[in-house]
């Protein structure tokens, strides 16, 4: 029997709005399979977002980010004011902050050449200590007068980045916070467990944090942590996916002919970085395996990933923000 054209249009209808149904869904539902969201969107270009967009919706999340602002009222040892350049910089842990402290330095004058990727971490302790807001004494003009830059991340590829440098085994970055891998193992490991790595898996890791309700140490702890949301003001907001281009453009703005650090595989697209590539397919795996945890664990970093409007690893853009 020959479909009418009226049955035609309403099956046409129907198929439309459940596909509406399925896309909207699962973009409010951060830990589905990459399956069900393969066709939500095409690859984007790699155009970072405006200042405007970044800002308004920092906005929403975190309240007041221009005046009234006090920059030199600042007192969190991850904030520095580079004087030369009149550069106010937050540092967040695990979203590129060893590199741009590396490449401040340098268009400071502090530093005289770039420092290697493997040597990169000697920027903490007394180079940018000098700098610290923590201890900073002047009269407050001159850093006011500054230009407040923050550098923000992917939730999901922070996690698995700090995962995999601070806690992990893997050889080329892994393991420089063994204790507290130990102790996530003593912790979430059966005694009759069969793992001979003496530190945690990414699964072990996942499950304390959610347990504990977050790691305490600042490498884990929410990027909202960091925003002095009260008394800061942010004039170049810079998502760390957007990094080497964004950086180029603020340093020809201070006449320096300077570039920050890469990641460590050198991959210009970050959607194809080492970071990205696990920790999609860590998550989609944990997410098959036991979405609940993936679920809680992602309730951690919840106004991370309001910030900017920031993908969930089931994403083709990811980890890209949406704005």
């Known amino acids: 029997m020959k479909m009418s054209s009226r049955m035609r249009y309403l099956t ?50 975190i309240g007041k980010l221009f005046p009234p602002y006090n920059l030199s009222a600042v007192r969190q ?14 540092g967040i842990p695990k979203a590129g902050c060893s590199n741009w402290e590396e490449a401040l330095l340098r268009a400071e004058g502090r530093l005289d050449t770039q420092l290697a990727p493997d040597k990169v971490a000697q920027v903490h302790g007394r180079l940018t200590g000098d700098y610290s807001m923590s201890h900073y004494g002047g009269d407050g003009a001159d850093v006011n007068s500054a230009t407040s830059i923050i550098v923000l991340r992917n939730p999901w590829t922070r996690a698995v980045s700090g995962y995999r440098q601070k806690l992990s085994s893997e050889k080329t970055q892994g393991g420089s916070l063994a204790g507290i891998s130990k102790n996530i193992v003593s912790a ?11 530190l945690c898996t990414f699964e072990e890791f996942v499950k304390y944090s959610v347990e504990k309700g977050g790691i305490k140490n600042v490498h884990f702890q929410p ?12 004039d170049k907001i810079i998502p760390l996916e957007y990094a080497d281009m964004m950086a180029d453009d603020l340093f020809q703005e201070l006449g320096k002919n300077i570039s920050i650090l890469h990641s460590y595989d050198q991959t210009t697209d ?3 970085q080492s970071s990205a590539v696990k ?11 036991n979405p ?21 690893f089931s994403d083709i853009n990811f980890p890209l923000p949406l704005l």
Do not use: G
């Open 77 to 90: 040892h991850q904030s520095y004011y580079f004087p030369n350049i009149n550069i106010f910089f937050t």
């Open 270 to 272: 970050p959607r194809q």
């Open 279 to 289: 920790a999609k397919k860590w998550l989609i795996e944990l997410s098959e395996k």
């Open 223 to 234: 990027q909202t942590r960091f925003l002095s949301a009260d008394i800061m003001r942010y």
């Open 12 to 61: 046409l209808i129907m198929v439309f709005v459940f596909l509406y149904t399925v896309k909207n869904s699962v973009s409010s539902n951060p830990w589905q399979p990459v399956s069900f969201v393969i066709y939500q969107r095409k690859l984007r270009d790699l155009i970072p977002p405006t200042q405007d967009s970044m800002k308004n919706q920092m906005l929403t999340v």
């Open 188 to 198: 979430m490991r059966a005694d009759n467990d069969s793992n001979p790595d003496p």
């Open 292 to 312: 609940e945890l993936v679920e809680e664990f992602y309730k951690i970093y919840r106004e991370d990933f309001d910030l900017l409007k920031y993908t969930n």
